[in-house]
T-cell receptor, first 116, second 117 residues
Framework: DSGVTQTPKHLITATGQRVTLRCSPR?????VYWYQQSLDQGLQFLIQYYNGEERAKGNILERFSAQQFPDLHSELNLSSLELGDSALYFCASSAARGGTGANVLTFGAGSRLTVL | AQTVTQSQPEMSVQEAETVTLSCTYD???????LFWYKQPPSRQMILVIR??????QNATENRFSVNFQKAAKSFSLKISDSQLGDTAMYFCAFRPNSGGSNYKLTFGKGTLLTVNP
């Protein structure tokens, strides 16, 4: 157990629908990162939050949004789903600024999304 | 922008033997971190080893070691005494040490390693 909790583990939905993926970071970690892993694109960085604020944005579609709440858990919202959104979505967390722990991302087990 | 290249999509090795996975990267940064993550069939991403670019000494973690060649921008992973449990996808990753709180990783496409009995 990495300490990063993601729910749900598996999700099957239809095109056009909306889903929410949830992530609880390791205790004490302030940063949360979302990655998408698909067969053709590999691991793609989506977005990062640090202590509730957006810090970096990657290849995140406009149909996707995320936020980090005061208790530091994060949610990734995917709307108007398309077949191509089927992927494994990872959340990772890292420690507060400074210190060697800040350099390492710890990943959750992922949420597998299947869009039919 | 940084790029990470893993030129070996698949590799195989016999149990107890040694295997080396290759990784090259491109960056204009001088200070950065490099990582190897493994992803076994369970799909969990697990940190294997990391290297700070300002350290000349190659990192070692038990059976795992790296050959870091900063000038060549090369970062290979050597697995000694390979075990069946080492079967996994291995990802090389890069992160610039630009300060602040952004520790976003850029990953390579991965190398699928199969350890045969």
């Amino acid at each position: 157990d990495s300490g990063v909790t993601q729910t749900p583990k598996h999700l099957i939905t239809a095109t056009g629908q909306r889903v929410t993926l949830r992530c609880s970071p390791r205790s004490g970690d302030l940063s949360v990162y979302w990655y998408q892993q698909s067969l053709d694109q590999g691991l793609q960085f989506l977005i990062q939050y640090y202590n509730g604020e957006e810090r970096a944005k990657g290849n995140i579609l406009e149909r996707f949004s995320a936020q980090q709440f005061p208790d530091l858990h994060s949610e990734l919202n995917l709307s108007s789903l398309e077949l191509g959104d089927s992927a494994l979505y990872f959340c990772a967390s890292s420690a507060a600024r400074g210190g060697t722990g800040a350099n390492v991302l710890t990943f959750g087990a992922g949420s597998r999304l299947t869009v039919l | 922008a940084q790029t990470v290249t893993q030129s070996q999509p698949e590799m195989s090795v016999q149990e107890a033997e040694t295997v080396t996975l290759s990784c090259t990267y491109d960056t204009s940064e001088n200070n950065y971190y490099l990582f190897w993550y493994k992803q076994p069939p369970s799909r969990q991403m697990i940190l294997v080893i990391r290297q700070e670019a300002y350290k000349q000494q190659n990192a070692t973690e038990n059976r795992f070691s790296v050959n870091f060649q900063k000038a060549a921008k090369s970062f290979s992973l050597k697995i000694s005494d390979s075990q069946l449990g080492d079967t996994a996808m291995y990802f090389c990753a890069f992160r610039p040490n630009s300060g602040g709180s952004n520790y976003k990783l850029t990953f390579g496409k991965g190398t699928l390693l199969t350890v045969n009995p």
